[in-house]
């Protein structure tokens, strides 16, 4: 595939990702920022050809995945443009409990289930995505079931949030605990 057809105006594109020198990264920095509703939307559009409910679920079960393939890149590029929303209904989720809000890393999203809701090259999608939320050195807090409607826009909506198990923290990282009562 020739990607220079897909190049973004304004946007350094060289074939060797080390040829573009770094007078040219510094000079075009401020011309390298994409609209993320486009950038969502070319990503969904992507992501569309692949069997995500198959094959997106062995790819994110290898962490630590020995090389890079163009599903694996995808469903990262995706994970960081739905990583905002992500956030936000974590964040909703665990203040009850956390007195710092978890982060969600993009290779801690597992992709459940997609849905085209329309039919075929339809644009309304149903996400479904596990999430491992973590504090301090990445220790998990728990494990959460989101799902997302995403549509042409693009529009993003949580639809459901189920929380499926928690974790205990360490005693020494307690103190990031609400204590209740």
């Not at 559009?45 to 290898?62: H, K, V, W, Y």
């Amino acid at each position: 595939m020739n990607l220079d057809n897909f190049a973004l105006k304004g946007l350094p594109y060289s074939s060797n990702a080390d040829t573009v020198s770094d007078t040219e990264k510094r000079g075009r920095g401020h011309e390298a920022v994409v609209n993320p509703a486009i950038s969502l939307f070319i990503s969904m559009a992507l992501i569309s050809p692949f069997s995500l409910s198959g094959n997106a679920e062995r790819t994110c079960e290898r962490p630590l995945q020995a090389e890079d393939s163009r599903e694996l890149q995808v469903h990262d590029m995706l994970m960081l443009f739905l990583s905002p929303a992500i956030d936000k209904a974590v964040e909703q989720y665990y203040l009850q409990n956390l007195k710092y809000k978890p982060l969600v890393y993009p290779y801690e999203i597992r992709i459940v289930h997609v849905e085209r809701i329309n039919g075929f090259r339809g644009f309304m999608f149903s996400v479904t995505l596990e999430v491992s939320p973590v504090v301090g050195p990445h220790l998990s807090v728990g494990k959460d079931l989101i799902t997302f409607y995403v549509s042409v826009g693009p529009k993003l909506q949580l639809i459901r949030y189920r929380h499926l198990e928690d974790h205990k923290l360490p005693p020494n990282y307690e103190h990031l605990l609400r204590r209740k009562g």
